[in-house]
């Protein structure tokens, strides 16, 4: 292995040197409790709150909105578990999608053995939902709607303001997924009709285990952890400071540097997409083809394991995914490229690559040969492939 080209960004990123820097100093110098009395915790404090308006102004919100956590899953089951629990005297029903992160939908299965009724909306072929089913799905019990902004696995980008407006105009809270979405596209919590957003720094070149939650200060829910008093009692625990810092860090650079990144990315992702679909047979998109996250490609491969290929990939340095990190242990497809629309076999075919800034032009010509030529071994094994080709010669 001669150089590691990492394409799997999607899972996590590379914290940037200049978080590394800011983060440091609230390791070992202003090392203090913010929530203690003394002046020499004040630095930690400032360094919060700092922290806080950086964040709050990327999206539009005021600070007192933003509240920290340990990351997106713990903010997506504040979000849902903490709504229904404080809006059950209105209503027990939600509304999510199919394909959203399983931060989501196992919240949402856990709900439903404490008496709540979801409903699971069908996505199109791209991965995006249809407006109509969302308001047929709409019943006068529905007290939530939660709908990813983008899908971390096929990266397309959901209709967010126009599920905001339904919502809105039914008296619907409205609760986002915004992890893969944040640093990554422009975000207004009060264009887009918001009430609630989840985001985690380490999808932006910051540390891992901090995350917020957007709460828009009309939403009365309670807490999802009980302790102490910090974040003005929403959400217990001694505040991760350097974890804090870094993610305010990483918002910054990524609002200076997302309309460059995104248009570099969309180019070297379009081309890697183009490439492999033209030089590679019985290859397909998986995904919406515009209304994707810039960094996004995934394509499914049939007649081949999605996990051999990976691990071609990988003995040339390549790192990629066949779906979302946290599931990469399942033997199961993806419930993502099922819910699109494709049969397991194609499923289980599939490859996700995740770029960044720092992957080249080159970079991606060694990762179009390495997939055409490990696609082609792999098949070159495949019995269900030669019996293909034979009878469709």
């Given amino acids: ?19 590394v820097e800011a983060m440091l100093p609230y390791f070992q110098e202003d090392y203090g409790n913010p929530s203690s009395p003394y002046s020499f915790a004040s630095k930690s404090k400032k360094a919060v709150e700092d922290a806080r308006a950086v964040i709050a102004d990327f999206i539009g919100a005021k600070p007192n909105e933003i509240y920290f956590t340990g990351g997106g899953s713990e903010s997506d089951n504040w979000a849902l578990k903490a709504t229904a629990f404080a809006y059950r005297n209105k209503g027990n029903h939600i509304i999510t999608s199919k394909i959203e992160h399983h931060a989501i939908l196992h919240t949402c299965e856990y709900l439903e053995k404490n008496g709540f009724e979801v409903t699971y909306l069908d996505v199109d072929e791209d991965g995006v939902i ?10 006068p019990t529905t007290i939530l709607i939660s ?13 967010i303001q126009e599920i905001g407006e339904i919502a809105k105009e039914h008296g619907i809270l409205f609760h986002t997924d915004a992890v893969q979405a944040y640093g990554h596209l422009p975000i207004n919590v009060d264009e887009l009709h918001i009430d609630m957003l989840s985001a985690s720094a380490h999808k932006i070149n910051g540390p891992k285990g901090i995350g917020i939650m957007y709460l828009r200060n009309s939403v009365k829910i309670g807490s999802l952890l009980h302790g102490g008093a910090q974040e003005r009692s929403r959400r217990a625990g001694t505040h991760n400071v350097p974890g804090i810092v870094g ?57 081949i394991e999605g996990e051999s290929l990976l691990i071609l990939l990988d003995q040339k340095g390549i790192c990629a995914s066949s779906g979302s990190a946290c599931t990469s242990g399942s033997l199961d497809p993806s419930h993502v490229l099922l819910a699109i629309g494709l049969p397991h076999e194609k499923a289980h075919g599939s490859l996700r690559m995740t770029l960044s800034e720092d992957i080249t032009r080159e970079d991606i010509d060694f990762v179009i040969e390495n997939v055409k030529a490990n696609v082609e071994r792999l098949r070159s094994m495949s019995p269900l492939y030669e019996d293909f080709v034979k009878k469709n010669q």
């Fill in 247 to 303: 993610f305010g860090k990483a918002t910054q650079i990524a609002r200076e540097t997302m309309a460059e990144r995104n248009q570099y990315e969309t180019e070297l992702r379009d081309y890697l997409i183009h490439q492999i679909l033209d030089m590679v047979p019985y290859a397909r998109l998986n995904g919406h083809p515009t209304k994707r996250l810039s960094n996004n490609a995934n394509i499914s491969f049939e007649f």
């Fill in 1 to 19: 292995m001669s150089k590691l080209i990492y394409l799997d960004n999607a899972a996590t990123t590379k914290v940037h040197p200049e978080v």
């Fill in 130 to 139: 249809r407006l109509d089913d969302l308001k047929q799905a709409i019943r």
């Fill in 147 to 159: 709908v990813m902004f983008a899908n971390n696995e096929i990266g397309t980008i959901e209709p």
